[in-house]
């Protein structure tokens, strides 16, 4: 195998910008890792994208298709990479990296025989999925720093009813997780420690 990836899951505001950020400075400041990096944003495979101006919904075939799509444009550079022989890392790995690819699919298409299959050939392209994650007595605090400007005429009501969606939304990630084939880590990131988190992406031991 030439190939190898992380998927970067978590509910908005856990950090998936920074760490995918800090990923990019890692790839490219080791010069035994892969040159071939391919990264594909959230828009590359959700459900609801912004086309021209107009917000269009995929429907569940649709967006699995996409989701196939995806996974087989890996899969086949990995083939071409293969049939080429062997050869170091450096020169002929692939590494991806997928944001929001797996977890809230999963959580999506509950029991679909064909995100099982999806998930799958994911195993098989040695994916590692990063669930980044938050405690519950700072996610006030990070939500509001995101945008400040949008929480000043809050209510308290519905900051604490953005503080438990976040929660309940981690929870069903973690569950998610926890029955996938796809290995996960879990990551807390109160400390945005955003360059120890991808060495311990990139440079720890296998995932169990």
């Known amino acids: 195998m030439h190939i190898r990836g992380v998927i970067l899951e978590g509910y908005s505001n856990a950090g998936k910008t920074s760490v995918l950020k800090a990923i990019k400075r890692y790839q490219s400041q080791e010069e035994s890792l892969e040159r071939s990096v391919v990264i594909l944003g959230e828009h590359y495979s959700q459900i609801l994208n912004n086309k021209h101006g107009e ?23 990995n083939d071409w990479a293969i049939q080429l022989g062997p050869a170091s890392r450096g020169s002929r790995g692939l590494f991806y990296v ?43 605090e990070r939500i509001k720093s995101r945008q400040p400007e949008e929480w000043i005429y809050k209510t308290e009501e519905e900051v604490r009813s953005s503080v438990n969606e976040l929660l309940k939304v981690q929870n069903v990630l973690r569950h998610q997780a926890q029955i996938s084939r796809v290995p996960t880590l879990e990551i807390n990131t109160d400390g945005k420690d955003w360059d120890e988190y991808v060495k311990i992406i990139m440079e720890g031991n296998d995932i169990a």
Do not use: G
């Open 98 to 140: 997928l944001e929001r690819f797996h977890l809230n699919h999963r959580a999506a298409f509950a029991d679909s025989d064909e995100i099982n299959k999806i998930e799958e050939q994911l195993e098989s392209l040695n994916a590692k999925c990063i669930l980044l994650t938050i405690s519950p007595e700072v996610v006030e």
């Open 55 to 77: 917000y269009v919904s995929l429907t569940r075939k649709e967006h699995i298709e996409l989701l196939k799509e995806r996974v087989e444009m890996l899969k086949k550079l």
